[in-house]
């Protein structure tokens, strides 16, 4: 869907809260309009059973009645009020008490800082997806950097929308592609558990050193820290399990292009298997040949893809940044397919 303010029902809609309800609307709180989600209830249950369902989480049930913020026909639901299906239900989703520090003031928009606003992938009023470029972090490091986290929020309060953005993922500094951002702290519990669960499928592309073995493989490594230097990670017996699926896409010139499934989520883990299996990626300037200084192209590698069960909607979204116009000096768009690859 296309960035917006309403998020609306389809005839495609999934089941959501283990089949409790479905889907129906939801609005993001800009222009004046309430931000909320409704539901039709679909089985008999109970107001706290279908919010449990839905959220996930035992605070976020509590505070959600607490506010009063789930309703029916206009009247605020207790925890053990009977629901009935055929029932549509409200839930008041919470809005930013303010706009992100730095966001919406003077000086403050993504040109006066000399970088680009953000590119949207994908926006309803859950969830937020954008194209990282490089050289930007996506969390705060203490150091008072600007953000992508900090573009996001300056966007959206830009648009009037009240809502605190939260990364779900990170990437390293000099990596691109998709980062994807909860919108709604009621669902932010529901999306780490599909992360913990690797429920959330995210593949990347890379540029190695030398000529790839064909085929699909394995790498599976534990991975740990370097008691030598704290900024790398290493291959390590003692380290926590790490698994990465590798299919070579293209090999030319010396160089090879990658794609690459996660199967666990370590630090630096891609960076760490692939420089392990002796084809770093190229422009690595901590695990590979550009080590001691930032390669004049930057890191070879790029979040291409992500797809999703939509924790608020039960919709399947795929969200694809697409093929990065810096590979372009290894390889072409024709070598990745992304309605086939991706």
């Known amino acids: 869907m296309a960035a917006g303010a309403r998020d609306a029902h389809d005839a495609g809609a999934q089941r959501v809260a283990d089949g409790l309800a479905t889907?129906?609307?939801?609005?993001?709180?800009?222009?004046g309009q309430a931000r909320q989600v409704r539901y039709r209830v679909e089985a008999a249950c109970t107001a706290q059973?279908?919010?449990?369902?839905?959220?996930?989480?035992?605070?976020?049930?509590?505070?959600?009645?607490?506010?009063?913020?789930?309703?029916r026909g206009g009247a605020a639901l207790r925890r053990q009020d009977a629901l009935a299906p055929g029932d549509v239900v409200t839930l008041a989703l919470a809005s930013a008490d303010a706009p992100h520090a730095g966001a919406g003031g003077a000086g403050s928009t993504a040109g006066a800082r000399g970088r680009e606003?953000?590119?949207?992938?994908?926006?309803?009023?859950?969830?937020?997806?954008?194209?990282?470029?490089?050289?930007?972090?996506?969390?705060?490091?203490?150091?008072g950097a600007r953000t992508l986290t900090d573009d996001v929020a300056a966007l959206l309060a830009r648009e009037g929308?009240?809502?605190?953005?939260?990364?779900?993922?990170?990437?390293?500094?000099?990596?691109?592609g998709v980062v994807l951002f909860s919108l709604a702290p009621e669902f932010q519990p529901a999306l780490d558990a599909l992360v913990a669960s690797h429920d959330m499928r995210k593949r990347y592309l890379a540029v190695v050193e030398g000529s790839f073995p064909a085929g699909v493989r394995r790498l599976d490594a534990p991975i740990g820290r370097d008691r030598?230097?704290?900024?790398?990670?290493?291959?390590?017996?003692?380290?926590?399990?790490?698994?990465?699926?590798?299919?070579?896409l293209a090999r030319r010139g010396g160089k090879s292009l990658l794609l690459l499934e996660l199967g666990t989520g370590r630090r630096h883990q891609i960076r760490v298997h692939l420089a392990h299996a002796g084809h770093p990626i190229v422009g690595d300037a901590l695990y590979g040949r550009a080590?001691?200084?930032?390669?004049?192209g930057g890191l070879m590698l790029h979040a291409v893809c992500e797809e999703l069960a939509h924790p608020a909607t039960g919709k399947a979204l795929r969200l694809e940044a697409g093929w990065p116009d810096r590979f372009g000096k290894f390889f072409s768009p024709l070598d990745y397919d992304a309605g086939a690859r991706c």
């Open 161 to 176: 929308v009240p809502a605190a953005p939260q990364a779900v993922q990170r990437l390293d500094v000099d990596t691109t």
């Open 291 to 296: 080590a001691g200084g930032r390669a004049a």
């Open 228 to 248: 030598h230097d704290a900024r790398r990670m290493r291959v390590s017996a003692g380290g926590k399990p790490a698994l990465t699926l590798v299919t070579v």
């Open 23 to 31: 889907y129906l609307d939801a609005a993001d709180g800009s222009g």
């Open 117 to 143: 606003e953000p590119r949207v992938l994908y926006r309803d009023p859950f969830l937020m997806a954008v194209d990282k470029p490089a050289g930007i972090l996506v969390h705060a490091d203490g150091t």
């Open 49 to 71: 059973g279908l919010l449990a369902s839905l959220v996930r989480s035992k605070p976020a049930v509590a505070r959600a009645f607490e506010a009063g913020a789930l309703a």
